[in-house]
């Protein structure tokens, strides 16, 4: 009976969800539900241990650290610099402002962690410039969506810091293992932009690029300025992390600092950019920690009523196998994304999932990087595509739903290619940890 009504709060969440209740406060609302069912006013006494949990993380400290940093380099216009210096370089090429647009979505994404952060600040920069070059529109979207997406593999990926503290693993070794899977991503999305440029030349028009005429020593001497100090600081952050330097949060701390010694230095620093910067902090901020709360006490609950339990016998009567086993954990993962945004299904089928991954001998970094790959298929995969309504918000009415739909299915296609090559061969995200961090 236990079991039974454990297995219902998925049913129930879904169904509170589809009647327009926010995720924090689905999970929070069906979890104090079932646990005064189950548990009687004890379950408040457990909802306080969650809540002290998050506030007390000296792991979690490190998101607001993050997005802060990331702000700071959106709101002092370093990140536009950054986007016009790149597609300097890039515009030559075959749908040359499509490719500067990702080449800048993985550098931002590393200086913001957050997806919804790199979508809409590259979109509301490349936008308007694509539009006006001619750029087909449905080229526009799927650039944007997936660009926008590699928030959630490229590190910082505050998605990562999350994943890190519920299973219980080293975030450098995630950062590491990250890394190559998330440039191949990145790079099979430049050559396909180039290639169907190349074969459909109308849909990314050259003849309105203005020759430049500037020296090359110039051009050089004036990128340098504008990229490596934010690449610089990215790589302090990234690095004091991955070779155990520093601790997450104190990683977090130099890229806060960083980023507005950098706002300042550009004399881009003020007290309505500082302002804006720590407003869209606390915001971000409340809505990952409310969720991952909210995920905590729900998880409490369920794991207190045997469900972990429960689900371990229905796969087990399923006898599916290792590889049915996890391509159905995959699967799962897929569907949960078009109704749950990326924390909520991290905290919901991580701790359910994790340990029947490695009761299966699979390698839990291995696991988390294939994990991650597929809720960032799930983000831009219709009709409920995350990444497109983070870019419905910040695109012209020209652009149509339909736009949207068409421009992201090559994208997609080029996320299950990198998937089955992460699990054809876990190499591509194992190696680097185990030379870099001796990790096996």
Do not use: N
């Not at 400290?61 to 210096?85: C, D, H, K, N, W």
């Not at 902090?281 to 009523?305: E, K, N, Y």
């Amino acid at each position: 009976m236990t079991f039974d009504l454990a297995l219902l709060m998925f049913p129930v969440l879904l169904s509170v969800i589809f009647i327009g209740v926010p995720v924090a406060f689905a999970l929070m609302s069906v979890a104090l539900v079932f646990g005064i069912v189950q548990f009687g006013g004890a379950v408040v006494v457990m909802f306080a241990q969650r809540a002290e949990e998050v506030s007390s993380s000296h792991i979690l400290a490190a998101v607001p650290l993050f997005i802060f940093m990331g702000a700071m380099l959106q709101r002092s216009g370093i990140a536009e610099g950054m986007f016009e210096t790149i597609h300097r370089w890039t515009h030559h090429l075959p749908g040359g402002l499509a490719v500067g647009t990702i080449v800048i979505c993985v550098m931002f994404a590393a200086s913001s962690g957050v997806v919804g952060a790199t979508e809409t600040v590259v979109g509301m920069l490349a936008v308007p410039v694509m539009m006006r070059h001619g750029y087909d529109k449905g080229l526009i979207s799927g650039t944007i969506c997936a660009g926008g997406s590699l928030g959630s593999i490229i590190p910082p990926s505050v998605l990562v810091v999350i994943l890190a503290t519920i299973a219980d693993l080293g975030i450098g070794e995630l950062f590491t293992a990250m890394l190559f899977p998330g440039l191949i991503l990145a790079g099979l999305y430049i050559l396909y932009i180039m290639a169907y440029c190349t074969i459909r030349p109308s849909a990314a028009p050259r003849a309105a690029y203005i020759r430049d005429d500037t020296p090359l020593l110039l051009s050089l001497w004036r990128t340098a300025i504008i990229l490596l100090p934010p690449l610089g600081l990215i790589a302090v952050v990234l690095g004091s992390i991955i070779f155990a330097i520093a601790v997450p949060t104190e990683a977090a701390a130099v890229g806060a600092v960083g980023a507005l010694l950098l706002t300042i230095a550009y004399g881009r620093f003020s007290y309505a950019v500082l302002k804006e910067a720590m407003l869209t902090t606390l915001s971000i901020t409340a809505m990952v920690l409310t969720i991952v709360v909210g995920g905590l006490m729900f998880l409490g609950v369920f794991a207190g009523s045997g469900g972990l339990f429960a689900l371990q016998e229905l796969l087990a009567q399923a006898d599916l196998g290792r590889w049915g086993t996890l391509a159905l954990i995959l699967f799962i993962t897929f569907v949960a994304g078009f109704v749950l945004d990326l924390i909520s299904i991290m905290l919901i089928l991580v701790p359910l999932a994790m340990p029947i991954v490695v009761d299966l001998a699979f390698d839990p970094i291995w696991f988390s990087i294939t994990l991650l790959l597929m809720m960032q298929t799930s983000l831009l995969t219709p009709p409920m595509a995350g990444a497109i309504f983070y870019f419905r918000a910040i695109a012209p009415p020209e652009i149509t739903l339909r736009d949207m739909y068409r421009g992201v299915v090559p994208f997609i296609a080029l996320h299950f290619v990198v998937l089955a090559l992460i699990i054809a061969y876990p190499s591509l995200a194992l190696w680097l940890p185990s030379k870099l961090l001796g990790f096996d």
